[in-house]
């Protein structure tokens, strides 16, 4: 498990983490989410043991990084890309950070496999895509079989096929007990790889929670046409809609098309229409990202 309490990182000039408090559960693929310069990546770092909060702690399964008695096999983590020399081939790369961190090369193969780079594996890491750049970071993040993934913006620079890669890949991880935390400053980049939700703005936290509750309160506005619009509007309200018309149909803000559906039936009124907008998450995480 990830936590964080209290966290506050202060620059001279800014805050660029203050007072921030989140849990990133085992079992779960969990979004950092915030605009840029919203504190995600300072976070990150100070999470990695790479920058010292100003107060506060940064936890992995209860300790500060630093402070882990086998940090590079308990957590694995990508920060930025472009970090291997670009004329050593990826399977070199993965070879010298595998020396690095003591875990061995037997898993490079495999790992190649498991990103995808198997037919690239002897090509220079400078030829590379942004997406295949990717993949190596993950790669190598997994090198030493982490419980903890941390990435920073992975889905960054991967085309449909190479989200649904990701997305394979931290389910499978999270299913197997692994805790996963990944940031991004796109909620619909992420939304079909995430079980949870963690929304920043200037440092602060806006949302904590499941994906799904943050879909429930962004529920869309109804639109409902019946034979008798003005005892349909009387009878929203009654049931606590807000009511307004664009001239052809009701528009009803804060009642389910359950809800509706079931008044209107009551009321004896026959509806010819009920139809619910799909919740616009990204308006909506703006709106939180915004910190307003
Ligand atoms: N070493 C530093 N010295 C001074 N200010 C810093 C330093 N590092 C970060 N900041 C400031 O802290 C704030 C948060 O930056 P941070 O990089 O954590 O945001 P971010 O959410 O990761 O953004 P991005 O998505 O652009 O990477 C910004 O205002 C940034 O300018």
């Known amino acids: 498990m990830i936590e964080t309490d209290e966290l506050t990182k202060a620059y001279r000039k800014v805050r660029a983490v203050d007072g921030l408090s989140f849990a990133a559960q085992a079992g779960r693929v969990t979004g950092f989410l915030g605009l840029n310069g919203s504190g995600k990546t300072t976070t990150l770092r100070m999470l990695l043991g790479l920058t010292r909060p100003t107060s506060g702690a940064a936890l992995i399964d209860g300790k500060p990084f630093t402070e882990l008695s086998n940090p590079l096999r308990k957590v694995g983590a990508v920060l930025e890309q472009g970090i291997s020399h670009p004329g050593q081939s990826g399977r070199a790369h993965l070879v010298a950070q595998a020396m690095l961190a003591g875990t061995g090369k037997d898993r490079v193969d495999l790992l190649l496999d498991q990103v995808g780079l198997t ?9 590379y895509s942004l997406g295949m750049r990717q993949r190596l970071a993950v790669a190598t993040a997994l090198l030493g079989e982490p419980e903890v993934l941390i990435l920073d913006e992975p889905a960054n620079g991967l085309d449909p096929e190479g989200i649904a890669w990701l997305r394979g890949l931290l389910r499978a991880h999270a299913e197997a007990g692994g805790t996963v935390l990944i940031s991004s400053h796109l909620l619909a980049e992420l939304a079909q790889l995430i079980d949870d939700a963690v929304i920043i703005a200037h440092g602060k936290l806006r949302y904590s929670g499941p994906l799904d509750d943050l879909y429930g309160s962004a529920a869309g506005r109804l639109r409902v046409r019946g034979r008798d619009p003005q005892v349909l509007w009387r009878v929203f309200e009654e049931a606590g809609g807000k009511v307004g018309t664009d001239g052809a149909a009701l528009e009803v803000d804060g ?9 209107a039936f009551a009321a004896g009124v ?3 229409e009920l139809s619910a907008d799909v919740p616009n998450l990204e308006l909506l995480f703006l709106e939180l990202a ?3």
Do not use: C, F, K, V
Not at 255 to 263: F, I, M, N, V, Y
């Open 255 to 263: 009642l389910s098309a359950e809800d509706a559906g079931e008044a």
């Open 270 to 272: 026959p509806i010819y």
């Open 290 to 292: 915004a910190g307003r």
């Open 119 to 127: 037919d690239a594996a002897h090509q220079r890491t400078g030829d």
